[in-house]
């Protein structure tokens, strides 16, 4: 259950004091992080540092490159912590081996994820803001600590990343005015959206090649049907879990109803990801194959062949096409 | 010149005072019409008749369907225009025919374009707005006119394609500061950024796939070349003279430091755009062929075949890598 405002303000607050009193912070971020943990974490370092305490940043899993600017400007002294504060991160299995080595304890969690587990002393979970960084903003405010360009950059890295650049459905007038008062304390808004949203790496490239390669069309092009098969992630040097941006690629094209994606599993198991526009359920069509999800996006296992699964899912979208 | 912020909001008043005495207006949108231009129109045209104006929204070119949601719930009942006010529209050039088939005159023009060349009785400029829709913001204030959804939903639809997706570096807190407000008014700002952003003609994603296909490395990975050639063109039934996204592909590939696109103008004249990281100098590499641009982005002509002309420019490229 979400907090009412009036709670999460107190939340704040209470925040506020803890990270006053405190000395030496650890900041932890969750596991295969993304620019909401990582911009909330810098941005708290930032917070902190202005007013004089030390602090550290921690992660499990390495720190991809790109985000390298958002430490920029910061001393992060603290090596000895006392105190423990995690971002972003909704339960304990996403500190990785962080949650042990740090002695399984954890002061403060600040959080936007409806499914946190509130395992801290003290949880500000915030299930409204479209991205944790929004919290650091109302905290940085609630603490009295003026806006620089490195807390900024990295709060506005937090809201653009959560947000899918502001497209997202939980996008909203908050965002946007966090977005202003950002940019109206130095946020490089163009260089950060530029850097997450524009940049590949080689095997995403490649990964993209192959796949837009398997695009097919079916029932007079109502029906994109794209497929990313073990080989393929073998030729492109392209082994993470999440295909990003190229699972929405058929339902973009203009006149597709219906964009399947076939991802492999292992030899004989395939995921396929159902992707609709108004008019076209996508839930009944995976319920067909005891799969689940909602109208617009849905999904299912089928087993067998690529060419028997694949011929069994377009067949069944057939029957749900207007 | 820009002109100053004071003659702005003067001008911004004097222009509110025009569509206030007028009855039966013509807002003219630019040729080749973009989401600036249409949602400009369609924003004042909704302004005007909140207020009780009969109004038409006239463009030279067909408007692409995907813009159709911007017209939903105005009359467009003017048949007979006494009044015509031009949007987004920087020279008389940019209106096609209709300059012509309307008499030769503008009453009042409003546009965001240094270049604009003040062809109306009543030109208000501002080179500061990310979007000539900034100024249908401010124009719906000095008239007190409530935002409406479809009002709102057209303001953003030029800002965010203005600003790409709050992307370009014409993106600042105003721009941010707009979106707050039209959100707040009940713009879809997640479904607008969605259809902008995010749709694709099959003909596009089919030269997206031919352009990655011919995306060739370079140095270790720093150089990336990619070519259209007027086959790959003929192939994808594609014949838009801008690449849109494509272009800029070369550049996002991680390590890449100049991203070059060879785009086919005729059987042995080409068109080469540089894009570049920090570090090299786009400019003096074109300038070496006589080319100009800018230190990240330039561009050249070279004539020749295909195999020529990449040999040519690679060899540059390779003179002016870090």
């Not at 801290?120 to 650091?136: E, P």
């Not at 304390?185 to 850097?195: H, P, R």
């Not at 695009?215 to 295909?243: K, N, P, S, W």
Request: proline content about 2%; glycine content about 10%; hydrophobic content about 40%.
């Amino acid at each position: 259950m979400p907090l009412k405002m009036s709670e999460i303000a107190a939340g704040i607050k209470e925040a506020a004091e803890f990270l006053k009193s405190g000395d030496c912070f650890c900041i932890v971020s969750h596991i295969n992080p993304d620019g909401d943990t990582l911009g909330s974490a810098y941005a708290l370092a930032g917070i902190l540092e202005s007013i004089g305490k030390q602090v550290q940043v921690r992660c499990a899993s390495p720190i991809p490159p790109r985000y390298s600017y958002l430490a920029e400007g910061l001393k992060l002294s603290c090596t000895d912590p006392r105190q423990i504060v995690a971002v972003d991160i909704a339960g304990i299995s996403l500190w990785g081996s962080l949650w042990e080595e740090l002695g399984g304890r954890c002061d403060l969690l600040i959080d936007h994820h409806v499914s946190n587990e509130r395992y801290a002393k003290l949880s500000v979970i915030d299930a409204s803001a479209s991205a944790t960084a929004i919290l650091m903003l109302e905290l940085a405010e609630a603490m009295n600590v003026p806006l620089t360009k490195q807390i900024a950059n990295a709060i506005f890295t937090g809201i653009t990343t959560d947000t899918g650049c502001f497209r997202y459905s939980n996008t909203n007038a908050q965002t946007f005015e966090a977005g202003m008062i950002l940019a109206q304390a130095g946020a490089e808004t163009s260089m950060i959206n530029k850097l997450m949203f524009e940049t590949k790496t080689r095997a995403e490239m490649e990964i993209m090649r192959l796949a837009l390669d398997s695009i097919e069309f079916h029932y007079e092009g109502r029906c994109a049907i794209l497929t990313v098969t073990l080989d393929m992630r073998e030729q492109a040097g392209y082994y993470d879990e999440d295909l990003g941006e190229i699972a929405a690629l058929p339902r973009r094209v203009e006149g597709v109803q219906c964009g399947i994606t076939i991802k492999q599993k292992s030899e004989d198991e395939f995921k396929i990801s159902l992707r609709t526009v108004s008019g076209v359920n996508a839930y009944e069509i995976a319920g067909r194959f005891g799969g689940g999800g909602h109208a617009r996006a849905a999904g299912c296992t089928l087993y067998g062949s690529l060419e028997e699964v694949r011929e069994k899912i377009i067949e069944a979208v057939g029957d749900f096409l207007s």
